[in-house]
């Protein structure tokens, strides 16, 4: 079941097309990883999907119908990228008017601010301006705003900015929380790390476009080059390394980098060693990292083969 | 709750609760008050007890001065005026008149060691020519009664409009002019409060989150609305503390004073206390020839107009400015420069309300907030035919659309474009592109 799906989306600027012919889906509570280099599309992406921007062309459904603003902007939590909080104001006011704003009664809203503030441990800056906390603090302050009125879709554009480790796996953590109970997140950023450690698929966009989209693993699965990393207890020499079932990228100490070549299988490399009494410590498969396919991948787009 | 009502909520309770707000509401007409106020007690505060010492070497005054209040004149004989120490006897000052050529009267002289006031000195000034003009009349032969009887005192009554309804041109000057000052300020003031406002939230980023919970024309309609509520708490707030002013101003003032005032204002031309009785006067006057609930209505009706009119402006000037402020002041100038044209044309109107001039910038929505308050003490529908009226405001209403109309698309771009300065030749552009 998907909570949105996304039709030929299309939008353009005066001198540019932002969005040019995208589709895709998200699954329902999956973690979904919007990525690309700055000015690929990603904000204009988010922005028609929150209901800032109309689309020139395409459509977008949600729940299975075509996406309201008025109705569907309830159900959205959004932190965009450059966040913002009235700076004047105190960080409990601020965070039930934004609550309020998305719908929510008083009486509930402070409830769940009180439940939020003890979760991440921030009740004591209630009555705090915002202009007084650090900007780490403010993040915190800014997630909570986002969250509060458990959307059924989270939009978060690169969460992790600005924040130091501790409360970074802090924000982590909730966020996979937040997924496990059901909540579809949008996750965009070019921190290709991230990505791999909390998406289960992903959209990689440059210049408008769709470069590819699918699940993670899939994804580097499909892209691997047949490397393998052999772990051993003792270098062979090097006459003892010939063999035309692979060819070694690079050696390191007690371990090779080897790619496998056509028609031979992994066994025969194991054989191989084996063979020669090499003894074999570990053996592992290199997948290549999303930040690897996304750089080929841009790459490629920038420098077409003739 | 409706999102458009939290955010009026918010934008006026941010403003109303702070400090400022209080301070600006009650100190503006305290000032008011003051420039008022401290001229009438600064004309009577000669009127504390003095005693004056007359020597009178005529025989013609002997007992003719009037004590008044807080003025008491002593006659005293055989004392050489040089040597006299009368502050040494208690005495304020020393008038000596010697012994006088009725024709030619010379040499009346008041000594004092400060200042005498302005009270004292017209009092005297007026006793004595009252007396030697009795006088003359007496050696002439002519009866004082007959003579009085002969004056003509014939007041005109001067109205206008088709109703004949009286009016007063120098009151319908001084109100005009005022409410179409005032009406400018407003314009100003808060036109530049929702410019700071909007700048506000685009550079602190908020602009975005709010706009993914409301619309950008919701963010931007609460918040004119919310400062027109400011605008209008700070009217009201004014109008009662103006109308407790009126009955707490005769408090100030002795009974007498105001008696003087109201009915001996024209025996006492330049004398006793002139400048007070003239205050007094022309607030008692205006209160009554001026029609105050059309003025005050119409002030409401153009405030908010006008407000309307140039807010929904002044927010689209806050969406297009970037980081730096001095953006701002570039921006701005499109929009301030009607608003100083229309107070230009306001000064010319108070003076001249029938003109042209007149007529046009109180029908045109740029300028009518103030030219048509300026015309409007005049008297309608005598200067102001009933039909200006209504032009006048129905042209504002629908100006007032349009421009928030127009405003709106260019806020709801320029409030999320970031980097680019912008200028006002590509914003227009906006308001033909759809969303």
């Keep these: 079941m998907n909570l949105i799906e996304v039709k030929n989306l299309r939008k353009d600027y005066a001198t540019h097309k932002a969005v040019d012919d995208i589709s895709f889906v998200i699954p329902r509570g999956s973690i979904f990883g919007l990525l690309g280099p700055n000015g690929a599309g990603k904000t204009t992406l988010l922005r028609m999907i929150t209901g800032i921007f109309y689309p020139d062309h395409g459509q977008i459904l949600f729940n299975n119908k075509p996406f309201d603003p008025e109705r569907d902007i309830q159900s959205i939590g959004y932190m965009p990228e450059e966040r913002g909080l009235y700076k004047k104001m105190k960080v409990g006011e601020q965070t039930l008017y934004l609550a309020q704003l998305k719908g929510m009664r008083e009486k509930e809203a402070k409830e769940k601010i009180k439940y939020w503030f003890d979760k991440l441990d921030i009740n004591t800056w209630y009555n705090k301006k915002v202009e007084e906390l650090s900007k780490g603090m403010q993040q915190k302050v800014q997630f909570i705003s986002t969250i509060i009125h458990n959307p059924s879709l989270l939009i978060l554009d690169e969460p992790f900015s600005g924040l130091d480790p501790i409360n970074a796996n802090l924000i982590k953590q909730e966020i996979f929380d937040l997924s496990k109970s059901g909540t579809t997140i949008i996750f965009s950023t070019h921190r290709m790390e991230q990505v791999e450690e909390i998406c289960d698929r992903i959209i990689l966009v440059n210049k408008g476009k769709k470069i590819l989209d699918g699940e993670v693993k899939q994804i580097r699965h499909d892209f691997k080059q047949h490397l393998f990393r052999i772990g051993v207890g003792t270098m062979p020499n090097f006459a003892q390394m010939a063999t035309w079932h692979f060819s070694i990228i690079k050696q390191e100490d007690h371990a090779y980098t080897v790619k496998l070549s056509e028609g031979s299988t992994t066994n025969d490399i194991l054989m191989h060693f084996i063979k020669h009494d090499i003894p074999i410590t570990y053996f592992q498969e290199i997948l290549p990292s999303i930040n690897e396919v996304f750089i080929n991948k841009v790459q490629e787009m920038e420098q077409p083969l003739n | ?435």
């Design chain 2, 1 to 435: 709750m409706n999102k458009i009502l939290l955010i009026i909520k918010r934008e006026f309770l941010t403003r109303v609760r702070k400090r400022s707000f209080l301070v600006v509401t009650l100190l503006i007409p305290v000032f008011f008050a003051g420039l008022l106020v401290i001229p009438i007690l600064i004309a009577t505060s000669g009127s504390e007890d003095k005693r004056i010492a007359v020597v009178d070497d005529s025989h013609l005054f002997l007992g003719r001065f009037p004590d008044s209040k807080g003025t008491y004149y002593k006659y005293l004989t055989n004392i050489k005026v040089d040597t006299f120490r009368y502050e040494q006897y208690g005495y304020s000052g020393l008038l000596y008149i010697p012994d006088l050529d009725i024709k030619r009267p010379s040499g009346i002289t008041y000594y004092s060691s400060g200042q005498p006031g302005i009270g004292v000195e017209s009092n005297i000034t007026k006793h004595v020519n009252d007396i030697i003009e009795e006088k003359r009349l007496e050696n002439a032969g002519i009866d004082r009664e007959k003579l009085f009887a002969a004056k003509s005192d014939i007041s005109i009554d001067f109205k206008s409009g088709a109703d004949g309804k009286k009016g007063n041109s120098a009151v319908a000057y001084g109100v005009g002019y005022a409410s179409g000052f005032i009406i400018y300020i407003i314009l100003m003031f808060f036109g530049m409060a929702v410019m700071r406002g909007v700048m506000e939230e685009k550079v602190s980023r908020i602009a975005e989150v709010m706009i993914s919970s409301v619309k950008p024309f919701q963010l931007m309609m609460g918040k004119i609305i919310g400062i027109a509520g400011v605008g209008l708490l700070q009217f009201l707030i004014w109008v009662v503390l103006i109308l407790s002013l009126q009955l707490i101003l005769p408090l100030f003032f002795s009974a007498e004073t105001l008696h003087a005032a109201t009915q001996g204002g024209g025996v006492m031309q330049s004398g006793g206390n002139a400048a007070a009785i003239d205050a007094i006067e022309k607030i008692r006057y205006v209160i009554g020839s001026v029609n105050w609930t059309l003025i005050i209505s119409c002030f409401i009706f153009y405030f908010l107009g006008g407000y309307l009119f140039y807010s929904a402006l002044f927010a689209a000037v806050g969406s297009l400015v970037n980081e730096d402020p001095t953006d701002a002041q570039s921006l701005t100038f499109p929009i301030t420069l009607p608003i100083i044209i229309g107070l230009m044309i306001m000064i010319s109107t108070v003076q001249n309300p029938d003109s042209q001039l007149a007529f046009w910038g109180s029908i045109i929505p740029f300028t009518s907030p103030m030219v048509m308050m300026a015309r409007l003490p005049y008297g309608v529908p005598g200067t102001v035919p009933y039909w200006h009226l209504a032009l006048s405001m129905v042209l504002l209403i629908v100006g007032f659309l349009g421009m928030t109309w127009m405003a709106g698309k260019i806020y709801r771009t320029g409030i999320l474009m970031y980097g680019k300065k912008i200028t006002w030749k590509e914003a227009i552009k906006w308001i033909g592109k759809k969303n």
